[in-house]
């Protein structure tokens, strides 16, 4: 989870690339696809003031709109997309059930909006499969990196953000560090490490500052330590660091 201000990471790339809305720019010679985005909120308004920030962005698409969740699998299942802005609370059905759909089925990337009062829905969304989430008072500036991020692969989590998430709900969470015994111990001690350090919201070059290593093999650790755990992405990674016992949430960042 790289840090950017306040909410989103955007990869070095997304800023030297040079694209159009309709695929009109060229680099290297070929065109480059806008981004896709489908917003589903139930205030048409919202849903304005998005599209409005949106569409002023040249590498960027808003594709469909939708009311809750139902219109947005309806809409999707005839609708190329890459990125759905999902709200949480809608009617009919909400965004985490909406979220579960659209990933099982190998969809777009979703990212979360919300107000901190529904942080426990977005806690429950990005285990159901969300790339990340974002307040809703985030400026359009970060919007829009999370979109780019989102898109590219990224999860987007604000440190800041998690932390108040897990601030508030770690004495839920059950304490299931003896069932994951046997994954936590399948890590090697530098992997274990890389995992807290990620889990406390550092980015790949703060971790390889703080190790001493470069953010080559800091990636190269994390891929390593998805895949033994069998985790979809930063996010599912940082949540299984905390419901493990790994990292305790106000704490140092070590298990106790």
Same mark, same amino acid.
């Given at each position: 989870?790289?840090?950017?201000?306040?909410?989103?990471?955007?990869?070095?790339?997304?800023?030297?690339?040079?694209?159009?809305?309709?695929?009109?720019?060229?680099?290297?010679?070929?065109?480059?696809?806008?981004?896709?985005?489908?917003?589903?909120?139930?205030?048409?308004?919202?849903?304005?003031?998005?599209?409005?920030?949106?569409?002023?962005?040249?590498?960027?698409?808003?594709?469909?709109?939708?009311?809750?969740?139902?219109?947005?699998?309806?809409?999707?299942?005839?609708? @190329?997309?890459?990125? $759905? &802005?999902?709200? #949480?609370?809608?009617?009919?059905?909400?965004?985490?059930? =909406?979220? /579960? %759909?659209? !990933?099982?089925?190998?969809?777009?990337?979703?990212?979360?909006?919300?107000?901190?009062?529904?942080?426990?829905?977005?806690?429950?969304?990005?285990?159901?499969?969300?790339?990340?989430?974002?307040?809703?008072?985030?400026?359009?500036?970060?919007?829009?990196?999370?979109?780019?991020?989102?898109?590219?692969?990224?999860?987007?989590?604000?440190?800041?953000?998690?932390?108040?998430?897990?601030?508030?709900?770690?004495?839920?969470?059950?304490?299931?560090?003896?069932?994951?015994?046997?994954?936590?111990?399948?890590?090697?001690? @530098?992997?274990?490490? $890389? &995992?807290?350090? #990620?889990?406390?919201?550092?980015?790949?070059?703060?971790? =390889?500052? /703080? %190790?001493? !290593?470069?953010?080559?093999?800091?990636?190269?650790?994390?891929?390593?330590?998805?895949?033994?755990?069998?985790?979809?992405?930063?996010?599912?990674?940082?949540?299984?660091?905390?419901?493990?016992?790994?990292?305790?949430?106000?704490?140092?960042?070590?298990?106790?």
């Amino acid at each position: 989870m790289t840090e950017v201000p306040d909410a989103a990471k955007v990869p070095d790339a997304a800023d030297s690339t040079d694209v159009a809305k309709g695929g009109d720019a060229v680099e290297g010679g070929d065109a480059v696809e806008p981004i896709r985005v489908v917003l589903v909120d139930d205030q048409e308004l919202v849903r304005a003031g998005f599209r409005m920030v949106l569409d002023a962005q040249p590498d960027i698409e808003v594709v469909g709109e939708a009311g809750d969740g139902v219109q947005a699998l309806e809409l999707l299942r005839g609708t @190329r997309a890459d990125v $759905v &802005l999902m709200d #949480v609370r809608m009617p009919r059905m909400d965004g985490i059930e =909406a979220t /579960r %759909l659209v !990933v099982a089925r190998s969809g777009p990337k979703v990212v979360i909006l919300t107000t901190f009062d529904l942080d426990e829905y977005a806690f429950a969304a990005i285990k159901a499969g969300a790339g990340g989430f974002l307040l809703k008072d985030a400026g359009p500036a970060q919007l829009i990196e999370a979109i780019k991020a989102v898109h590219s692969g990224d999860a987007v989590v604000a440190p800041s953000t998690t932390k108040r998430l897990l601030d508030r709900f770690a004495v839920h969470l059950p304490d299931v560090r003896e069932k994951a015994v046997g994954a936590v111990e399948s890590l090697t001690e @530098r992997e274990g490490e $890389v &995992l807290r350090l #990620v889990a406390r919201g550092m980015s790949n070059a703060e971790i =390889a500052g /703080r %190790l001493f !290593v470069s953010e080559a093999t800091v990636k190269t650790h994390m891929g390593r330590i998805l895949m033994k755990l069998g985790l979809r992405d930063r996010v599912q990674a940082v949540v299984f660091a905390y419901e493990t016992g790994l990292v305790r949430s106000g704490r140092s960042g070590s298990s106790p």
